[in-house]
């Protein structure tokens, strides 16, 4: 099933790890480690001021995710989780019916073959 996660981190001139990290700089890291992570397909940056990673994939770790965000770039916390559903049509039987003479429906027979249990059985064994 596929995932959509958002995570809003703090990526514009920010202090990481004893130093002022840039912007750019720190969204180009930010996407480094979210492609890292097994299960992603995309990764793009959204919000008003680009701070929040939109990540789309199959069994994504969020909670791994963020954690290294934390680690490596700033503040980070998960906004949303979505699951893209699909919309399967079934198939279903109907069964239709034939208009006799009067008007009625007659619902359609099944045909069923039948064997006698003695047609493969031989009577005699030298035969």
């Avoid at 890291?29 to 929040?52: C, N």
């Avoid at 399967?88 to 008007?103: A, F, S």
Wanted: aromatic letters at 6%.
């Amino acid at each position: 099933m596929k995932q959509t996660v958002i995570i809003k981190a703090t990526m514009e001139g920010q202090k990481c790890c004893f130093r002022i990290m840039q912007g750019h700089k720190a969204r180009a890291k930010a996407m480094k480690i979210a492609v890292g992570i097994s299960g992603v397909e995309s990764v793009s940056i959204k919000g008003k001021d680009k701070d929040e990673l939109e990540v789309k994939g199959e069994g994504i770790d969020t909670v791994k995710l963020t954690m290294l965000l934390r680690k490596n770039v700033g503040h980070a916390y998960i906004v949303s989780v979505k699951e893209e559903k699909k919309d399967e049509k079934k198939d279903e039987k109907k069964i239709q019916c034939l208009v006799g003479p009067h008007g009625f429906c007659v619902p359609p027979y099944a045909m069923y073959e039948l064997k006698d249990p003695y047609q493969d059985q031989f009577p005699c064994s030298i035969m």
